[in-house]
């Protein structure tokens, strides 16, 4: 995508877990220019079968777009999910707390 | 007058019998016995005098002169207006003089009197001037009240200048020797230090300094002021200070002494024979020898700063103050000197003020505010409160006021500007116990330093409705003892809260403790917390008034710092919100709201921009967004609005339909949707703090 102004950052690095499971380290923003780019590269790590933690500690906005990600797979997946005080209210807000595993930092 | 007119024996004049005058002076003369304004009518060549009962008073002993030609009426002024009248006579001009001086002998003496009057033509049938029609003003008590008024300005002027008692005395003498008008003839002896000699420091040009016949000594040791007239036939005579005859009367004054220490000489005044020795006369020239003391006993050494202080120490203004609200027709002079001694009209952005003294009508009373603009854009806070009501109060707080404003310009510390404003007050007599406010405020950053002479502390009304008084930098009233260092401290005014000074008048009320007061009026502010500043002041003000009123001067200081509202156009595309998000989330920095509330802002502001962009999208190149914030006290308001042409969301709009709306009513406190032709505008609010 051709940036305009400050386009949202986001850097998404995927690895393993200690117990065979994956980790998505998310850094940056999410909002409705990236939601589908952060669900391409939560769907790669799903694939696997196993669980999956989205690290979002380093996430400093997060909305209804990439809330709508996370809900989208959170009934057919294991997925878990880690943030800092700074996103509870949007994570308890839209129920995610309710089909998610959160744990708050 | 009318009866008068009527039982005249008008056959014996040129006029005639009344019922064969022409219609235009039956007319003119109506107008004239009717008006409370002092009318006159010139009938005919010889200008045959008829007037009304306003002007009685103006002809002093020489009514009645009923249908006298007007030259044996005016003979005193007949050359000044003789000339005007027949002018009009000739030319059918009128014509208009304002403040003309004409020397009138109307009660055995050469008195000087001012006159502003115009003349108008008065025409018969077939269009001839036949009379003149004069309507005059006496304005003799203005201008000589003005002239009174600017040697008494000139000798407050001179203060801080002399450094000996000769040299002070001679300057007095110099500018005495200018005001002739008024004082003739001055003399000024001093007291030799310890012992009750007394030595002639300065006379007027022209005079003599004679001591000899004056009641010098007994003036100087009663301190009772002495009256002396019949002065040709004791001194000879005396100079006339340019009037037609040399003064008949003087009066003979003590000067008193420093803080009420012995008299340090006395002053001999003499009265022009211009005018009768009244009231108003008698009180000048107690001005002109209280002046005298004041420049006397403030010779010396000094350094610039005492310079400055007795220059405005010099209490012109509090004198003519005094003077001038004295005197009925000087009222407009009177709240002219009042405004200018309250504070300044315009203020700073951010800041209101209110104040309303215990005695109207006067404007004044003992307490002050005031908002000085220093350098490095920060911005000087007083508030001071002086012992008693009145006009008494207000001359002291004239002074302390320009004092502490010079002050606070030259040392720009608050504790250094009160530790000098001390030192000053103790000369300033009833300045003792006043109360002061001074604070230094950087309205970029909110930090205020602060040092207060006994004052109720000001007051920090927070978003959230708690309270902090900033009571750390306190100290005694003024002048109450040693002067020493004051101290000082330091606060910081958050975006949003309201700084509240105040005088105690506000508060207090009988029967009641003063915390009860503070707390009412801590309450009333924060349930007007979001109002504009101005209605927030006249709220407080309205609110916390007794039924029957303040019994105590009162003012009122508010200040609150905000940011200015954010406003912004953003393109209508995904890849835009991440720089509005950026803009806004920097403002909210600067507004200083909580981390969590600016993430909840940041979110539900986001949803809205978010809803803004799919109304445009996929198509990419919409027409711009706008988005706007901005902070009243504790409201917060976003407005987001687009010009999408939807009346309602689309089916497939994510946000209003799906997750984005309940997520913006969770985070806000109330969220308004308006369709309209124009666009969508999503309004979101919060109560901030609360």
């Known amino acids: ?105 | 007058m009318a009866a008068r007119m009527r039982e005249f024996d008008w056959a014996s004049s040129p006029l005639g019998r009344p019922e064969d005058w022409p219609p235009s002076l039956t007319t003119a003369v109506r107008i004239c016995l009717t008006s409370r304004f002092p009318m006159i009518v010139w009938w005919g060549p010889d200008l045959r005098f008829l007037y009304n009962d306003a002007y009685l008073p103006l002809l002093g002993t020489k009514h009645p002169v009923l249908d006298k030609p007007g030259e044996q009426v005016w003979g005193d002024i007949w050359h000044i207006v003789g000339p005007m009248l027949h002018g009009v006579l000739a030319t059918g001009e009128a014509t208009w003089s304002e403040d003309v001086l004409l020397p009138m002998n109307r009660y055995g003496y050469w008195e000087e009197t001012y006159w502003t009057y115009s003349s108008s033509p008065v025409h018969d049938d077939s269009g001839a001037v036949r009379a003149v029609f004069t309507a005059v003003t006496d304005t003799t008590e203005r201008v000589i009240g003005e002239r009174r008024l600017a040697a008494l300005r000139e000798l407050g002027a001179r203060a801080g200048i002399a450094r000996t008692v000769d040299e002070a005395c001679r300057l007095v003498a110099d500018v005495l020797g200018r005001a002739g008008a008024d004082v003739p003839y001055a003399a000024i002896h001093v007291r030799r230090p310890g012992t009750d000699d007394l030595v002639l420091a300065a006379v007027t040009p022209g005079g003599s300094g004679n001591e000899e016949g004056w009641p010098l000594r007994e003036v100087l040791a009663d301190g009772v002021p002495r009256t002396v007239s019949g002065l040709t036939a004791k001194f000879g005579e005396l100079p006339s200070g340019g009037w037609s005859t040399p003064p008949v009367e003087a009066v003979v004054l003590p000067l008193p002494g420093d803080a009420g220490g012995p008299a340090i000489g006395v002053i001999v005044l003499a009265a022009s024979a211009g005018h009768a020795v009244d009231e108003s006369y008698r009180t000048f020239l107690g001005l002109v020898a209280q002046q005298t003391a004041a420049l006397v006993n403030g010779a010396g050494p000094l350094g610039t700063e005492d310079r400055a202080l007795l220059a405005l120490l010099s209490g012109t203004l509090a004198h003519a103050l005094r003077r001038a609200h004295r005197d009925d027709r000087q009222r407009e002079v009177a709240l002219a000197l009042q405004r200018s001694i309250l504070g300044p009209a315009r203020l700073p952005e951010g800041f209101a003020v209110r104040y309303e003294p215990a005695n109207p009508p006067l404007e004044v009373g003992g307490d002050w505010y005031d908002v000085i603009p220093l350098d490095g854009d920060r911005i000087g806070i007083v508030v001071g409160d002086c012992v008693g009501r009145g006009l008494a109060a207000a001359a002291v707080m004239g002074q302390l006021r320009s004092a502490c404003r010079a002050l606070l310009l030259e040392a720009n510390s608050p504790s250094h500007t009160l530790t000098a404003l001390d030192r000053f007050a103790v000369q300033v007599p009833d300045a003792l116990c006043t109360t002061v406010f001074c604070g230094v405020l950087d309205p970029a950053t909110g930090t205020l330093t602060y040092s207060s002479a006994g004052h109720p502390p000001a007051t920090l009304v927070h978003r959230d409705g708690t309270a902090e008084f900033l009571d750390a930098g306190g100290s005694v009233p003024l002048a109450v003892r040693v002067p020493e260092a004051r101290p000082e401290a330091t606060a910081v005014v958050p975006v949003g809260s309201l700084l509240m000074l105040y005088t105690d008048g506000l508060v207090e009320r009988r029967h009641e403790s003063l915390d009860d007061g503070v707390d009412r009026a801590t309450g009333v502010a924060h349930d007007a917390h979001d109002a504009e500043l101005s209605d927030l002041a006249s709220t407080l003000m309205s609110s916390l008034r007794p039924d029957d009123g303040y019994e105590d001067d009162v003012a009122l200081l508010l200040y609150r710092r905000t940011v200015p509202p954010l406003t912004m156009e953003f393109e209508a595309h995904p890849e835009s919100l991440a720089a509005t998000r950026h803009w806004l989330r920097a403002w909210l920095t600067d507004a200083g709201l909580d981390e969590d509330l600016e993430q909840d802002v940041l979110v539900a502001a986001g949803e809205a921009c978010a809803n803004a962009v799919e109304h445009a999208y996929p198509a990419g190149t919409g027409p711009n967004a706008h988005l706007s914030v901005r902070l009243t006290g504790a409201h917060l308001v976003v407005t987001i609005a687009d010009h999408g042409r939807w009346k309602q969301p689309p089916p497939d709009n994510h946000v209003l339909r799906g997750r984005g709306m309940p997520m913006m009513e969770a985070l806000a406190d109330a969220v308004t949707v308006r369709h309209d032709t124009e666009g969508t505008t999503v309004t979101l609010e919060w109560r901030v703090g609360s």
């Open chain 1, 1 to 105: 995508m051709e940036s305009r102004f400050v386009t949202t950052a986001l850097t998404l690095v995927p690895g393993p877990g200690d117990e065979g499971d994956r980790i998505l380290t998310v850094t940056g923003e999410i909002d409705m220019s990236n939601a589908a780019e952060f669900g391409s590269a939560l769907d790669r790590e799903l694939a696997a079968g196993t669980a999956v933690t989205v690290d979002l500690t380093a996430v400093t906005y997060l909305d209804s777009a990439g809330v709508a990600v996370l809900f989208d797979r959170a009934d057919a997946h294991d997925l878990r999910l880690v943030a800092t005080r700074l996103l509870t209210r949007v994570l308890q807000v839209s129920g995610l707390t309710r089909v998610a595993k959160v744990t708050i930092r």
